[in-house]
């Protein structure tokens, strides 16, 4: 969602690339709630590091625990920063399909909105609220 919305939203100014520990497939609740806020996440793919091919990256911004736990260190100047979000699929794991769930994911689709309508700002000024921001590696 977040890359979705870093293109939606911030399209010239960011170049946003997503990535994770491992890849899950883009999951469908995620793409529908997003298309609801006109978003179309629908061709986005679930990658890893590795499918990047080692692009140069300024900033790597963590939103779950899993990924800020088993984060890499980058060589050079790039910054790798933490700003959490709950985790729809494994809040709503218990639901059976429908609107209570699909309102978890609104909840965490509108938060991940907000957090992105401050870059890149937020990582040049370190206004991140309760964010951990770490730098990691050196060149």
């Known amino acids: 969602m977040a890359e979705g919305w870093a293109r939606h939203l911030k399209a010239g100014v960011v170049m946003p690339f997503s990535a994770g520990i491992e890849k899950h497939g883009m999951n469908p609740h995620s793409v529908q709630v ?3 806020a006109g978003v179309d996440i629908s061709r986005q793919i679930s990658k890893t ?3 990047l091919g080692g692009i140069p990256l300024d900033y790597v911004v963590t939103v779950c625990g899993h990924a800020n736990e088993h ?3 980058f060589p050079g100047t790039t910054k790798v920063v933490h700003v ?4 729809p699929p494994k809040l709503t794991a218990h639901l059976p399909d429908g ?3 699909l309102a978890v994911y609104r909840r965490v ?3 991940i909105r ?3 309508e401050t870059l890149p700002e937020s990582l040049n000024n370190g206004a991140l609220g309760t964010a951990r921001q770490t730098k990691r590696g050196a060149r």
Request: with cysteine; proline share 5%.
């Open 34 to 36: 997003m298309g609801e």
């Open 49 to 51: 590091l590795d499918d």
């Open 71 to 73: 984060c890499p260190v």
């Open 84 to 87: 959490g979000f709950e985790d």
């Open 99 to 101: 609107e209570e769930k």
């Open 109 to 111: 689709r509108d938060e």
């Open 114 to 116: 907000r957090f992105v």
